[in-house]
C-alpha cells in the first residue's frame, strides 16, 4: 500500500484551495476524482464497476503532483 492511496479527498481540495488554485481547475480535478468508476484486471478477469472514495488513482501522473501538494500544505507549520 502507497502513502498516495490513504490521502482523504476533502484534505486535497482544501489544499488546493490554500494554494489558492483557481475554482475552475479544482472543479476540473473533483471531476476526475469524485465518481470515477474503476475495475480491477486480474488474470481471471476484470472486477465489476466500483467506486475509490479515498486515495489518489494509481498511475495518473497528476496523483504525484497532488500528493506533493498535499503534504507540503500539511507539513507548512514545521518548514
Not at 490521502?7 to 490554500?18: D, Q, R, Y
Request: net charge positive.
Amino acid at each position: 500500500m502507497k502513502a498516495c492511496d490513504r490521502v482523504i479527498i476533502e484534505i486535497l481540495w482544501k489544499s488546493l484551495e490554500k494554494k489558492d488554485f483557481r475554482i475552475v481547475y479544482i472543479k476540473v480535478i473533483m471531476d476526475v476524482y469524485e465518481g470515477a468508476p474503476t475495475s480491477v484486471r486480474t488474470q481471471s478477469g476484470a472486477t465489476d464497476n466500483f467506486l475509490i472514495t479515498i486515495g489518489l488513482h494509481q498511475g495518473l501522473t497528476l496523483s504525484s503532483y497532488l500528493f506533493t501538494l498535499v503534504l507540503d500544505v500539511l507539513t507548512k507549520h514545521i518548514q
